[in-house]
């Protein structure tokens, strides 16, 4: 099966589509994350997309693709998130810095350090290119961007954190056949009513089910300012049918896939 992902060549994203693809030629590289969820729904291919980060966060564009369009999750992996400073001249010598602006959240105590002005790129890959192009510049960069733009690495794993890790999702058009006895079970929950302790009863739910959720996160909904609806991970366990059976008698439910650990990540 053809994978996609978020682009260009270098990404983070674009590091883990490789792991886990059987056939690097057969990659597509889309700019954005609309583009992935449109590439699937079409049934294109499968795509690869980051969905929470450690140090910086969910990926707001990738929670709205979840939301909005037909996609099932069918795996899930991780990948440690390295990021480099890359610059013909040693860090002292620099004159201005190019990062994209996750890179700089993620290195930010390497970058206050540098004290040099910092211009924002679209990708860690952009950001390799345009150093290599400017005299005295460097970048915050991905070990094969830095290599593509032939920039040497002058110090390894600049960000604030030693163990940030990406979590990335397997997202297809086709939900399988059966579900896995262990792993995750993702949904979205959208309140029908907006009542005081209504977020309460559903979390309830969950617990006389003696389930472990291991994610919860709120975005606005469609029904206005006020109104939100809940991204939800909870682990795959014997109570969770008869779970989302009480569930769905308190607020609508879009089950987005039961899936397990996706093998090729790191």
């Not at 929470?52 to 991780?78: H, K």
């Not at 860090?91 to 390497?110: K, M, R, S």
Request: include cysteine.
């Amino acid at each position: 099966m053809t994978l996609c992902c978020l682009g260009p060549e270098g990404t983070f994203s674009h590091e883990m589509a490789r792991l886990l693809s059987d056939d690097h030629d057969d990659l597509l590289l889309f700019p954005t994350v609309t583009d992935v969820f449109l590439a699937v729904t079409e049934r294109k291919c499968d795509g690869i997309v980051p969905v929470e980060n450690s140090d910086a966060g969910a990926v707001g564009p990738v929670m709205d693709g979840l939301s909005r369009t037909p996609v099932v999750i069918t795996g899930e992996a991780y990948l440690v998130v390295a990021h480099h400073f890359a610059a013909a001249v040693p860090a002292g010598e620099i004159t201005v810095l190019y990062a994209h602006p996750q890179a700089h959240d993620q290195c930010l105590n390497f970058i206050e350090m540098l004290g040099v002005p910092v211009i924002h790129t679209e990708s860690n890959s952009a950001s390799a290119a345009q150093a290599a192009t400017h005299p005295g510049a460097g970048a915050i960069t991905t070990e094969t961007a830095a290599g593509m733009a032939g920039l040497p690495l002058q110090q390894r794993s600049v960000q604030n954190t030693k163990n940030n890790t990406t979590r990335f999702l397997r997202i297809s058009a086709d939900r399988p056949e059966t579900r896995p006895a262990t792993g995750k079970c993702s949904l979205i929950i959208d309140p029908d009513a907006d009542r005081p302790g209504l977020l309460y009863e559903l979390l309830g739910v969950f617990d006389r089910h003696h389930l472990n959720l291991t994610r919860i996160e709120s975005r606005p909904s469609k029904r206005g300012m006020g109104n939100y609806i809940f991204f939800i991970d909870v682990e795959i366990a014997p109570g969770l049918p008869d779970a989302l059976e009480a569930v769905k008698r308190l607020a609508s439910v879009k089950d987005l896939g039961w899936y397990g650990r996706l093998e090729g990540d790191i």
